[in-house]
């Protein structure tokens, strides 16, 4: 026993380096030992990047065959950002997985291991690992907090016919902005945003940057775009009848059913909360707004009002799609609250459920 608490423990060391960029995932450490020695080492890096168990194996090779493993986490059994750890534990051939917490976001990974002749034990070291755990167990427990942030004129406008949007609000709005985006999981816009505006959705210096998210209509959004460059962990969600198997660094390809996103925003919200992210702060722009608001996903609203009007029935609107028919059909808020940013002003309230 004591040699599998003196594994789990470098398991342990090697999880806390993945501490501050793996978030909203957990940090794991992941050890494989073979004849008593470690033949190979890992954790889980960044957000999207390969799990624990994947490193370890890719290091340990061929020597992983009939070896034992150690990881801080439960084996994860499902397709998600990656496909299951407990997959390629059983392709490698290990012999034996011992891990410290149990995942409550996993189901059956003991029994797939079991049922392919790898023994699995949990529990070992579980005191230890649970401090590395706790944020990403709290947040489990967290239902999915959706926002909306829009600067806009003060005839509601977010862009001028030709989609000129830039700038709108001021210098200092923008710094506001930069340090909202650090408070959230993901940043999401949709496709007409993501290739006319080609933001870049970071925190520009103001903090941690959140994982970037774009809707991809129909396939349209190419890798000259900011947003695919490779600086940042993102999210394309894409047509899963259509989606096209591209490999980018940091980019991770989601396909959904946009049939049903189109009726149902929370189709989008949903498979965002599967993969972690458990708050979303939507930037745009006018359908995708619209789509959040009348799908009742929002919770709370961030409108920037600037000192400009543009006019013209064919410039874009903040909040688009149809609307309603009745005014007692409306969106309602409650809370409201004004105050003044540099020369704009910042309304932000909660939406009535």
Not at 10 to 25: C, E, Q, R, T
Not at 325 to 349: C, H, P, Q, W, Y
Request: hydrophobic share 40%.
């Amino acid at each position: 026993m004591q040699k599998h608490k003196r594994f789990m423990k470098i398991a342990i060391d090697l999880a806390k380096k993945g501490l501050g960029s793996v978030y909203p995932n957990p940090p794991v450490g992941c050890v494989i030992v073979k004849d008593g020695k470690i033949a190979g080492k890992g954790w889980h890096e960044a957000f999207g990047s390969n799990h624990a168990e994947v490193n370890a194996l890719l290091q340990a090779g061929g020597k992983a065959k009939g070896a034992d493993l150690y990881v801080t986490l439960e084996p994860c059994n499902s397709y998600g950002k990656r496909p299951p750890c407990t997959k390629a534990i059983i392709e490698a051939g290990i012999k034996k997985v011992y891990f410290a917490a149990s995942d409550p976001n996993v189901s059956g990974a003991v029994e797939t291991l079991k049922n392919h002749g790898v023994c699995a034990e949990g529990g070992l070291l579980k005191k230890e690992a649970r401090p590395l755990l706790k944020n990403y167990l709290r947040h489990l427990k967290e239902k999915p907090k959706v926002s909306v942030k829009a600067a806009m004129t003060l005839d509601g406008k977010i862009a001028s016919k030709t989609y000129d949007s830039k700038w709108i609000t001021s210098k200092q709005s923008r710094d506001f902005v930069h340090k909202l985006r650090t408070r959230y999981d993901a940043v999401l816009v949709g496709t007409n945003t993501a290739l006319k505006d080609n933001p870049g959705l970071t925190s520009y210096g103001k903090g941690k940057n959140p994982v970037r998210a774009a809707i991809d209509f129909g396939g349209k959004l190419n890798e000259n775009l900011k947003l695919l460059d490779g600086s940042v962990p993102t999210i394309i969600l894409c047509d899963k009848k259509r989606a096209q198997r591209r490999s980018l660094k940091n980019v991770l390809f989601v396909p959904i059913d946009m049939s049903a996103a189109k009726k149902d925003f929370s189709v989008i919200i949903k498979k965002l909360n599967d993969l972690s992210l458990k708050s979303i702060l939507i930037e745009g722009g006018g359908e995708i707004i619209s789509s959040a608001l009348f799908s009742k996903c929002v919770d709370d609203i961030y409108l920037f009002a600037a000192p400009k009007i543009i006019g013209g029935k064919n410039a874009i609107s903040v909040v688009g799609g149809t609307g309603v028919e009745k005014i007692s059909e409306a969106v309602k808020v409650k809370n409201m609250k004004v105050r003044k940013i540099g020369g704009d002003f910042l309304i932000t309230a909660k939406i009535k459920k």
